[in-house]
């Protein structure tokens, strides 16, 4: 039987618990599991870094949500992202990655992996013609995407990318963290692997750090979940707990993110203080078409460059009261941040630089009209 979105974030891998009927699953806080005789452990259970039932039920909705074939829950999105790497790829491989990226993924490419012997070239996700001119035949395993992209809201074809990365012989990976399964599920679409920081709209609280793979091959699945055991980058049972409950309202809580953002794009798109509002859902944005053929809507996150610049935009950061100063995304509360200096000053100086005039908007569920009172007063 098929479910939708909404069914399967309550109820996927959260049956009511066996022996008390307890409709929310039960919090497995243990590092281990008393064995029915030497070597016959109960149910497959015998170390909670190897398995737990607590992150197993996160793991099983994260896959009903994406469509994949296998979940896994990390520590973080990082996490996820670091043991995806030294899976698919080992030293002399190389990979394409965006021109515009997560600062924190920049870094783990440019000075983690870099040093194990992985190369890597940024290029434009917005052309398929830029990310096939990067490609080095037989050595390029992973065309890396954001799509919306952080924090230029760029827009990606994922289909038309996916076959690319068909001819090339590599996985496409999209991280989906800006647009949430409920908006965008690429493997649909053709990717091979969705990377998801589920601190962000998947856990919705600002209150758990935690990251996800969801991929659509089991053999690859069987592979991650090797060295996600071997490697030891899991997420701790209180914290798969508190993500899967931010999971049963995340289709909810989305579409608030949406209505707010929208207002505040039509806000801002008319102040005298703003040069540029960055938005995939406004007719005039590059990827606009697509982004409307592959996304439900086009999410909560809304860049904008302040028309003074650089110490503009930092002003502007310092004056808003309901949007928070604060880096990460996605929870109820608004956050505003400059990231030229906080979440990607690592890519200063790189192809990656962001503008410095730049600010990034988290749009929250707040009342919109209070958002937009206050972004009056930082702006005016």
Known sequence: MTYGFETLAIHAGQDPEARTGSVVPPIFQTSTYAQDGVGVPREGYEYSRSSNPTRDALQECLRALEGGRRGLAFASGLAAEDTLLR??????DHVVIPDDAYGGTFRLFSKVAERWGLSWTAASIHHIDTMRAAIRPGQTKVIWIETPSNPLLGINDIAATAALARDAGALLVVDNTFASPYLQQPLSLGADVVVHSTTKYIG???????????????????RLAYNQNAMGSVNGPFDAWLTLRGIRTLGVRMDRHCDNAERVVDYLRQHKA?????????ASHPGHET????????????????????????????????FILAESLGGVESLIEHPGRMTHLSAAGSPLEVPAD???????????DDLLADLERALG
Do not use: N, W
């Not at 990251?211 to 069987?222: R, Y």
């Open 87 to 92: 899976t698919v790829c080992q030293p002399g």
């Open 204 to 222: 919705g609280h600002s209150d758990v750090v935690g990251g996800a793979l969801i991929v659509s091959d089991d053999e690859l699945g069987e």
């Open 274 to 282: 703003v040069a540029e509002v960055l938005y995939p859902g406004m």
């Open 291 to 322: 982004a409307a053929k592959q996304m439900k809507r086009f999410g909560g996150m809304v860049s904008f460059r302040a028309a003074g610049g650089e110490e503009a935009a930092v002003r502007i950061c310092e004056s808003t009261k309901l």
């Open 358 to 368: 730049l600010v990034r908007l988290s749009v929250g569920i707040e009342t919109a």
